[in-house]
């Protein structure tokens, strides 16, 4: 079954049980500071979660995209993780609850009508106070007992104040060439992935109140995820998300501008995995008008395709190539995301000239990365220093993570605390040269914008420091 063929399935079933298909949301969250991307199927939802706003319709279903730059490191490594993912969604505003959606979720499953896996092989998760969701899955639909496992962390979805509950999680057996049973790895929520994660099922039931204690919600919610791409990787029978016709022409395309061949060496495959998945981001983000710079959003973009540049090295590719994918992602995302069709020319041209940019910030950086190195290694050291770092980023724009990933190839480490240090002497001198001139220093405003930097600590957290130059 094609990908999109699941899609319209999901939308389709959902709206046959009286739900409103709402188009997917733009990556860019809307009035909501306290998040950078839209990272789940109820994230554009939330004014109705809280009663800011009232639905037209109480029962919504969607396919949204979503980013998620947490699980960065995992991709290209597990089959199931991307940094841009669909998250198919059902979601009941104050109207039904477990008793609806346990069932629903299963019909969905196990229907041949719909995308009908095997019922022998899914087990759940459930919280373990969950009574509730316990019964129902093993009296009413009758998943055997030895098939329903009882979490705790994992299976209550809290941020702190505001709704909360516990989720009910589904699982798919992908058999025993994945990993065998003794092990508890291989068992839902462990590091193994014969049990592939598919569908969560939250149900906000109570309010986590500010003196810690939680308190049942008049209104309770139900907000339900899925992964597009893992459902895709079972129906079609392959072996990961990356093999699967949401990825394959991108990895086609990608080994046609290399001659390198797919599954024929991991070191290629991790590669061509992960310039599969920095390209769908990047395209869509800059399809939804995040542009890359230096600060917030923008510079995550940055991040991701310097990322997937240095993955094209591995492959062989030294010039401008990531643009020359953007029509791929269009031929198969574009049923259902028209913006990367529409938009292609512009998503092609951003990314050709950021690529042509980070290239020549490259040849002239690792020259003078390639005299530091050899430098630390003449003295005995496997450490290149904090000031030399400092140079490369502040002279050549060489984030600390990128000297970082070229040092460690050459065996040598990276002095972090040396690093910091420097860009902290460069502001205090900022400082105090701009208190000598008089002290014009712009406190708050929109001028005080103008010299604001923000520094790139991480995918998830990004450190606005105020940087006077
Ligand atoms: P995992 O444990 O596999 O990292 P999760 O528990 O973090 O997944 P949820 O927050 O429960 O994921 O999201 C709901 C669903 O969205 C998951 O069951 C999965 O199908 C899908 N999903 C979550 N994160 C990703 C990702 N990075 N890439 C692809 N699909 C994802
Ligand atoms: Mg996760
Ligand atoms: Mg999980
Ligand atoms: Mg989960």
């Known amino acids: 079954m094609k990908a999109s063929e699941i899609r319209s399935k999901w939308l389709q079933f959902f709206a046959s049980k009286g739900h409103k298909i709402e188009p997917s949301s733009s990556l860019v969250p809307h009035n909501d500071p306290s998040l950078l991307w839209i990272n789940a199927g109820i994230a554009p939802l939330k004014p109705y979660l809280d009663g800011r706003e009232i639905p037209e319709n109480p029962r919504i279903t969607n396919a949204q995209k979503c980013i998620r730059t947490n699980d960065i490191e995992n991709v290209g490594k597990t089959r199931r993780h991307h940094t841009f993912f669909e998250m198919l969604g059902n979601f009941s505003i104050g109207d039904y609850f477990k008793k609806e959606v346990i069932p629903w979720a299963w019909e969905f499953l196990t ?22 969701a316990f019964e129902i899955w093993n009296k009413q639909i009758g998943i055997p007992e030895e098939r329903i496992y009882k979490l705790k962390e994992d299976n209550f979805w809290d941020i702190g104040e505001g709704p909360c509950g516990p989720c009910t999680e589904i699982f798919y057996d992908r058999g025993d060439k994945y990993g065998d049973l003794s092990d508890p790895e291989c068992w839902p929520g462990g590091e193994n992935e014969r049990f592939l994660e598919v569908w969560n099922l939250v149900f906000t039931q109570f309010n986590h109140n500010s003196d810690g204690s939680y308190t049942p919600l008049p209104n309770k919610n139900i907000d339900t995820g899925a992964g597009l791409e893992r459902f895709a990787s079972i129906l079609q029978d392959v072996d990961s998300n990356f093999d699967t016709d949401l990825f394959l022409p991108i990895i086609d395309k990608t080994c046609e501008l290399t001659g390198v061949t797919y599954h024929a060496n991991e070191e290629t495959d991790v590669a061509l995995k992960v310039i599969a998945d920095h390209i769908r981001t990047v395209a869509f983000s ?31 590719l030294d010039k401008p190539f990531l643009f020359k994918l953007v029509p791929t992602v269009g031929d198969i995302m574009g049923v259902y995301y028209p913006e990367v ?105 929109p001028l005080s914008e103008l010299t604001i930097k923000s520094e790139f600590v991480g995918y998830n957290e990004l450190v606005v420091t105020a940087n006077i130059e």
Do not use: C
């Open 111 to 132: 229907d041949p009508q719909w995308i009908g896996f095997d019922p022998n092989r899914i087990s759940v998760t459930v919280h373990e106070d969950d009574e509730e």
């Open 286 to 316: 800059v399809g939804d008008g995040v542009l890359p710079s230096n600060e917030g959003r923008g510079y995550v973009i940055r991040r991701l395709l310097r990322r997937a540049v240095r993955y094209g090295k591995v492959l062989g």
């Open 341 to 445: 069709v529409d938009k292609r020319e512009f998503i092609e041209k951003v990314i050709r000239t950021e690529e042509e940019r980070f290239h020549e910030t490259l040849s002239d950086g690792l020259v003078i990365l390639g005299e530091m190195v050899q430098k630390t290694q003449q003295a005995g050291s496997n450490q290149i220093s904090g000031p030399d770092a400092f140079k490369l980023y502040d002279t050549y724009g060489f984030p600390f993570d990128l000297t970082e990933d070229f040092a460690s190839e050459k065996g040598l480490t990276v002095d972090r605390a040396g690093f910091d240090a420097s860009m902290q002497e460069q502001r205090d001198r900022a400082r105090a040269a701009s208190h000598k001139e008089g002290g014009m220093k712009v406190q708050g405003g």
